[in-house]
Structures are given as C-alpha cells and as structure tokens.
C-alpha cells in the first residue's frame, strides 16, 4: 500500500474507489502509478493499493494464492478473505477519510478468473461478495462497489507476447491462452452488465496514447482536470 497526501491540504472531499482490470500483461502498472500522481497533483490524499494483497495478512494470503495449487473454491475463499481484511483494514478507513483508493483488481477479477477462467459457480462467488462487501451504513442490501473500474482491454496474444520474458509467471501468468479468453471475455460480460461503472481502454495502443485515455476516463467523471497532457 502507498499513502501519499498533496503538499498543501485539500478541502474536504469524498472518498473516491477506482479499481483497475485486465488481464495479465494488459498494461495497467504503469498507469495506476500515474493516476496516483495526477490525483496528487490535484490536492487529494491518495491510497495505491492491490488484490490480492493490501495488508499484512492479506499479502500473505496472496503468496499462497499466487504459488500454490489449489481448487477454484480455496482460490474464491482465500481472495474473499484477503478483501475483507483489505477493506476492513485499508480501504473503508480512507474511503471515510475522504482520500482516493486507486486498487490494481478488486472482485471483478474474482468474477473474471475464478468464474470465466476456471468455470466457477457464479453464484457462489455473488454469496462470498455479499458477505464480505455487505455496508448496510450505505442502504439496505448495499455492496462496497468501485466508483470506477478501469478496465485495460487488449487481445490474448498481444498480452502473452508483451508478458514473454517480462517477468517469471505466477500460477495464473502461466496459463495457457485459451484460459485468458475465457478471463477476458469474463471481463466484457462485466462490463456489458455494469456500464456505467466500467471504462473500457482499448489497450492495443502505445503507452502515451493509452494514458491520455486513462486520464480521459477520470476526467469525464469530473474528477480531474480534463485538458492537463503528462503522464
Ligand atoms: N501500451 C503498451 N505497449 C507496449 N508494451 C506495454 C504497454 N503497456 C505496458 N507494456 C509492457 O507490457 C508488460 C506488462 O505490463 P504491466 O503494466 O506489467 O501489465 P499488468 O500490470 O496489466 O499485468 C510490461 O513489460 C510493460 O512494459
Ligand atoms: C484479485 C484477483 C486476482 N487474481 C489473479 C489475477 C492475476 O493473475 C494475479 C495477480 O494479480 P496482479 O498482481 O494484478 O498481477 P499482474 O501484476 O500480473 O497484473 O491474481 C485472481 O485470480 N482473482 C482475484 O480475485
């Protein structure tokens, strides 16, 4: 987790969550990094934070995840219990302070891997969300949900070759391609369901160009200045 707060102390502001999606090797990193410091640049205390992973206990949690074989349940229960403990812990105590939670995935990835990718029950995976999201504070039957879901979207194969010697691939990199189909499509289902939440970068473009569409989508929602060029 990386808690940065701005020079000067802004007015108080809402608490505002933006996960970041995709599947591996589509590019998100470098672009979570750059939110992080337009935010700042903009007077916000800002939280970059992951999943799996957060906190001390869930990072944990995410090594075993990542390295050791396991069912699709053990894999849902493992991540929904690292996000209770990263939301409980991490992001409702910022959210509640006013501060920017920029998350590199949160449960669309759950959706998109243990359900379209390994072929879990859907079902199951909407209970565990209800049970570990569940914020009646916000309305009856209220869910922790993002504001905003950056959602990097590029083919298969441009992310297996950009991937390619980039890093040694965890238990899911090292999936074959037809599992990131299913992943990827997992995604699009999302999206097509919740689009008003979803923004869809197309992700097939030099990095300058996929930024200025990150920063596009932040702009439209009037949470950034619209016209600022960097990154
Ligand atoms: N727009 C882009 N064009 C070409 N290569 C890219 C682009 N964006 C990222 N990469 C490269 O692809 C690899 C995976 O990017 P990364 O940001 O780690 O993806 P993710 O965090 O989504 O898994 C890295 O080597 C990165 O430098
Ligand atoms: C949050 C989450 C991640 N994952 C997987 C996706 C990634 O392969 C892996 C780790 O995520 P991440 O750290 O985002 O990997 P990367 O830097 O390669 O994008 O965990 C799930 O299968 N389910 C989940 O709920």
């Known amino acids: 987790m990386t808690p940065s707060s701005p020079a000067s102390s802004p007015a108080a502001s809402r608490g505002l969550f933006i996960s970041f999606e995709g599947i ?13 410091d337009a935010f700042l640049a903009a007077g916000r205390h800002v939280v970059s ?3 799996p992973g957060g906190t001390p206990l869930a990072e944990k949690l995410r090594a075993l995840f990542l390295q050791e074989p396991m069912d699709a349940l ?7 219990a690292g996000r209770r403990d990263h939301l409980q812990q991490v992001i409702e105590p910022a959210l509640a302070r006013g501060d920017v939670v920029l998350c590199d995935r949160f449960t669309d990835a759950t959706f998109a891997y243990q359900g379209a990718g390994r072929g879990f029950d859907l079902q199951v995976l909407q209970v565990l969300e209800r049970m570990v999201q569940a914020r009646p504070e916000l309305g009856e ?9 950056i959602w990097f979207d590029l ?9 390619a010697g980039a890093r040694a691939p965890d238990r899911f990199e090292a999936e074959p ?14 999206a097509l369901a919740q689009p008003a939440r979803f923004a869809r970068i197309d992700s097939h473009q030099p990095k300058p160009a ?10 439209a929602q009037g949470w950034l200045p619209a016209s600022k060029v960097e990154g």
């Open 24 to 36: 591996d090797g589509a590019g998100k990193s470098s672009h979570i990094q750059g939110l992080h």
């Open 49 to 51: 934070t992951r999943e």
């Open 74 to 80: 053990t894999e849902a229960l493992l991540v929904f």
């Open 141 to 149: 039957g209220a869910l922790r949900q993002p504001d905003l879901t």
């Open 155 to 163: 083919p298969t194969e441009v992310a297996a070759e950009r991937l």
């Open 177 to 190: 391609q037809q599992f990131f189909a299913r992943v990827a499509a997992g995604y699009a289902e999302r």
């Open 210 to 219: 996929v930024w200025q569409a990150v920063r596009q989508a932040v702009a």
